[in-house]
């Protein structure tokens, strides 16, 4: 024996199992704060547009839903880039299994006052792009459009072929009065190795994928930059921020749908090359800015940016918004606006 009395263990247990109990209740209170609560989205408020304005006859809209998700419209046809609407939250993402919202989608696609589709197109395989397309070409009749990692999560939700088209490098599809020519392109590189290899290693979806199952099962499939041109005019759908060197040489576009997402956690060299091979190759007189919400933050409201946590781990938010802003400054001729949620938007008259 030490000596000391029976009160005095009991005294000094009381006040272990008060520290741990103050220990447990920090920790929850980080976790909380880092998962529920998000950063401001790395765009200018002052780039907002309303929408909403009067649409004349045949004139092209857009409808944005967060992330890549764009519905194009001129009154005869509709299409859908990803129709991703799902938003799993951290901790299924982390530890548990994942599949399509059904009961989100149709709400969704509700918002976006859409019914009918001709194509809905994930502009990669990944599970914030493709993931719900299937849905959603069931849900609308529209064909899913995509690589053949694509199909395969198409053929997994049970999507007849005859909805399924492989899309082929640089070789149009056109709907309606759309002309849309996928260019294969690279994913936005993650500079950590570990996620570079999660995400983007053995690219493929080579059977049909069945939900519920790992974020990480939502291979890479092909990156897809989408090159679309309508008689009213001209744009550029970048849906992850990678490129390929010289690989948009001899085209134009009216407008940039860029994405973001990550780029701020690059270098800055990356990020000089990212807007040369894209924005200054092509030309625009205005950008639109994509994927720079937070992949778990609601489908409504405000558009937040990534969770507190997510920040944490891959930081660079600042770095994207100077980095925008640093350009919008440099090319006072370009005009940079950022879309509002669900609200119809005339990009060409
Ligand atoms: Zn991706």
């Known amino acids: 024996m030490n000596g000391q009395t029976r009160p005095g263990i009991l005294l000094m247990l009381r006040r272990l199992l008060l520290s741990l109990l103050l220990l447990a209740g920090l920790f929850a209170a980080v976790l909380a704060y880092g ?4 950063n401001k989205p790395p765009v200018d408020p002052d780039w ?3 929408g909403g ?3 004349p006859d045949g ?6 839903s967060g992330t890549a998700t764009l519905l194009f419209s001129d009154g005869e046809t509709h299409w859908m880039t990803d129709g991703w609407f799902s938003r799993p939250g951290v901790p299924r993402l982390l530890l548990g299994k994942i599949a399509p919202d059904v009961a989100a989608i149709r709400r969704a696609l509700e918002a976006n006052g ?3 589709l001709d194509a809905v197109l994930p502009l990669h395989s990944h599970y914030d792009h493709a993931m719900d397309a299937p849905e959603v070409a069931r849900a609308t009749g529209a064909l899913l459009l995509g690589s053949e990692s694509t199909a395969n999560i198409g053929r997994g939700w049970g999507l007849p072929e005859e909805q399924l088209r492989v899309l082929v490098d640089r070789q149009p599809v056109r709907l ?3 002309v849309i020519t996928p260019i294969e392109s690279r994913h936005f590189e993650f500079p950590d190795p570990e996620m570079r ?5 053995e690219p493929l979806i080579d059977a049909p994928l069945v939900p519920p199952v790992s974020v990480f099962d939502y291979r890479l499939g092909k990156a897809y930059v989408l090159h679309v041109t309508h008689p009213k005019g001209s744009w550029l759908i970048v849906g992850s921020a990678g490129y390929v060197e010289g690989a948009l040489q001899g085209l134009s576009a009216d407008v940039v749908f860029l994405g973001v997402g990550g780029l701020g956690s690059q ?6 090359t990212f807007w040369r091979e894209t924005v200054a190759s092509v030309a625009p007189s205005r950008i639109i800015p994509i994927h720079f919400d937070g992949l778990t933050a609601p489908l409504s409201g405000p558009f937040r940016g990534e969770a507190k946590a997510v920040g944490w781990a891959s930081g660079g938010l600042e770095e994207t918004l100077a980095f925008l802003q640093g350009k919008a400054v440099a090319y006072p001729q370009l005009s940079f606006h950022t879309l509002p949620r669900f609200a119809r938007v005339v990009l060409f008259r």
Request: charged share 20%.
């Open 197 to 201: 290899r999660r995400a983007l290693g």
């Open 267 to 272: 270098t800055p060299a990356y990020r000089e």
């Open 53 to 55: 304005e009067p649409v």
């Open 35 to 38: 998962l529920l609560v998000y």
């Open 59 to 64: 004139a092209v809209t857009v409808r944005f």
């Open 114 to 116: 859409v019914s009918q």
């Open 48 to 50: 907002a547009l309303a």
């Open 176 to 178: 309606g009065k759309f």
